[in-house]
């Protein structure tokens, strides 16, 4: 852990341009060596890192002479444990042009708030789209993503309030609310976010006991349950963002084994990406704890903080550029899949799935063949394949309508930096996700037409302004003009690649994610209008100990048919 806290530290400035997490490609550890060496002969290494108390990185400058040695060698002792991602534009840059790519990075942090992450919340694209896809409050009430953790079987209730509430103090808008002003009606402009109010730790939780141990039926069907107790608890008018579940194991004969916490945030607090630092502070609180040091103690806390963020998206411009250049990927209407959605009709409460496992040996090829020979990213591939595939559908059935192309919409991860000189969201809890559609060309199935495709995709990443955000801008602050765009009947997420690293091995550690697996749906009411006609969630996932890619094609059951989905479904693997 130690040292994967200092590669990151140290590649912090390289992150921020390439996006670490999304362009993955394994480094040799002499790649390593040698970029260091550049960064040290440039007199600085990226943000630097330095040994503070306990083991934890300081972030400052390394210059000559300094400690990159130190950090060189506590990363060589633990390669073989940890392993390294950079992104593919490495690939053919000398030592000197890496070294210059680190240090250009390195810029003042940018100026928080006053009251910093506590106060009120300029509502942002993805706050406006849930409220778009709802007609009363109640509708998105238990809209959320959810978790289920190991729950050491010497943490008590005391110690869970404890811990929970030193994290929610550390990450403010897991304690806020979101309220409609408005006296009647229902309308985006009538809400109210107020972030860093009074959390009460013991009001969010619930504690059961079960007679049974994780990995049987019996305790499966209890974090059923529980997932629906907390998703039953959430309320963001009333500030309930956050609900946990504990689920002790009665003590029996042998030695008692440790529990789960189920735990649930509502998706205005949280996304794929905050999970990871609030699963770290989760259990780095626990450890405190169980030390028995004060659960807060210590100082690491968010960059910039979400509201800041709000602002910074709310200060984007929309220019004759952008707008040129959304209207361009919105410019034809692409090929319907099924019937006309009705947004009345089509609630998430009536969608149905398919769900595809892709084999590992071409899981393999894909992350790192494929996106090599592209120079792209893993999604730009997935994304064009699912055009072609999609294309495919329709022709096969006679739409004429294929010749325009296919429109997708792409949803991401939504923290770019770059548009904010400064701004660290490394450790930012909050609902970042952005969304923008691209038009992908599709001119026919054969290999000629997949490459042409691809590229088309990696082209749109290339040029979207302000990396793909100035489209939620456009849709919140020009809707007049957004309202004349028809929007994609088909969304696209990549959830990114887990590392076949051997951490599934052994016990899982104290306030980690539970080596079990478990259905957790994000709504259990599913009253909210569905996102699309069909939404495709994709990942590569580790499964049995090798890395598989895997999708999920949601659809409702009105506009689609499940042949029809399974028949693309397939037809997208074939492509890839």
């Not at 550049?38 to 083991?55: K, L, R, Y």
């Not at 007609?135 to 959810?146: E, I, K, M, T, Y």
């Not at 972030?195 to 069907?221: H, N, S, Y």
């Not at 887990?498 to 899982?508: I, Q, R």
Request: charged share 25%; with cysteine.
């Amino acid at each position: 852990n130690q040292a994967r806290q200092v590669a990151t530290q140290i590649f912090r400035p390289i992150s921020r341009k390439y996006d670490l997490a999304e362009h993955e490609y394994p480094v040799e550890l002499d790649t390593l060596k040698a970029m260091m060496e550049a960064m040290e002969d440039a007199g600085q290494a990226a943000s630097g890192a330095t040994m503070g108390s306990g083991g934890a990185p300081k972030r400052e400058g390394v210059s000559n002479g300094g400690n990159m040695k130190s950090l060189l060698n506590i990363i060589e002792t633990c390669w073989g444990d940890v392993g390294l991602t950079l992104s593919l534009p490495f690939q053919g840059l000398g030592n000197s042009a890496l070294a210059a790519v680190a240090t250009s990075e390195i810029v003042d942090t940018l100026d928080e708030l006053p009251g910093g992450g506590a106060g009120e919340v300029t509502l942002t694209p993805m706050a406006r789209w849930l409220i778009d896809h709802a007609d009363d409050p109640a509708d998105f009430a238990d809209f959320s993503q959810s978790v289920v953790l190991v729950l050491p079987t010497e943490a008590t209730d005391d110690h869970l309030a404890d811990v929970l509430g030193a994290v929610v103090t550390r990450h403010p808008l897991l304690a806020s609310r979101f309220t409609a002003m408005g006296p009647g009606g229902f309308d985006r402009g009538d809400f109210r976010w107020d972030a860093g109010l009074e959390f009460d730790p013991r009001g969010a939780m619930i504690t059961r006991e079960v007679a049974a141990e994780p990995g049987t039926v019996e305790f499966d069907d209890a974090v059923t349950r529980a997932h629906r107790d907390a998703l039953d608890a959430l309320d963001p008018a009333r500030g309930a963002m956050l609900a946990a579940v504990a689920l002790r194991p009665q003590a029996t004969g042998r030695a008692q084994s440790d529990g789960r916490l189920v735990l649930a945030i509502h998706h205005l607090a949280v996304d794929a990406v905050s999970w990871q630092p609030l699963i770290s502070d989760l259990s780095a609180a626990w450890a405190r704890v169980a030390a028995g040091e004060p659960a807060s103690n210590d100082t690491l806390g968010e960059g910039t903080s979400y509201r800041r963020w709000a602002h910074v998206l709310a200060d984007l411009p929309v220019t004759d550029r952008a707008l040129e250049f959304w209207e361009r990927q919105l410019s034809a209407d692409g090929p319907a899949l099924g019937a006309l959605f009705d947004r009345d009709r089509d609630r998430m409460s009536t969608e149905r799935a398919v769900r595809i496992d892709v084999a590992a040996d071409t899981t393999a090829s894909l992350v790192a063949d494929v996106v090599a020979a592209f120079g792209s990213r893993v999604d730009d591939v997935l994304v064009g394949a699912l055009a072609v595939a999609i294309d495919s559908v329709r022709r096969s059935e006679g739409d004429a309508s294929s010749d325009n192309g296919v429109p997708i919409m792409l949803e991401s991860h939504g923290r770019e930096e770059s548009v904010a000189p400064g701004a660290d969201l490394t450790r930012t809890v909050g609902w970042f996700t952005s969304l923008a559609p691209v038009h992908v060309p599709v001119d026919g199935v054969d290999r000629a037409a997949v490459i042409r495709a691809i590229k088309a995709v990696k082209e749109f990443r290339v040029q979207a302004p302000d990396g793909g955000l100035s489209f939620g801008v456009l849709e919140q602050f020009a809707p007049v003009t957004a309202s004349k765009l028809t929007l994609p009947a088909v969304n696209f997420n990549y959830f990114g690649s887990a590392a076949a690293d051997g951490s599934e091995a052994g016990a899982a550690p104290a306030f980690g994610t539970a080596p079990e697996t478990y259905e957790l749906p994000p709504t259990l009411t599913g009253r909210m209008v569905s996102p699309a006609e069909l939404s495709v969630n994709s990942a590569v996932n580790v499964v049995d100990g090798v890395r598989k890619l895997q999708a999920r094609f949601t659809f409702p059951e009105a506009v689609l048919d499940e042949t029809t989905v399974d028949d693309l479904a397939h037809r997208w693997i074939e492509i890839l």
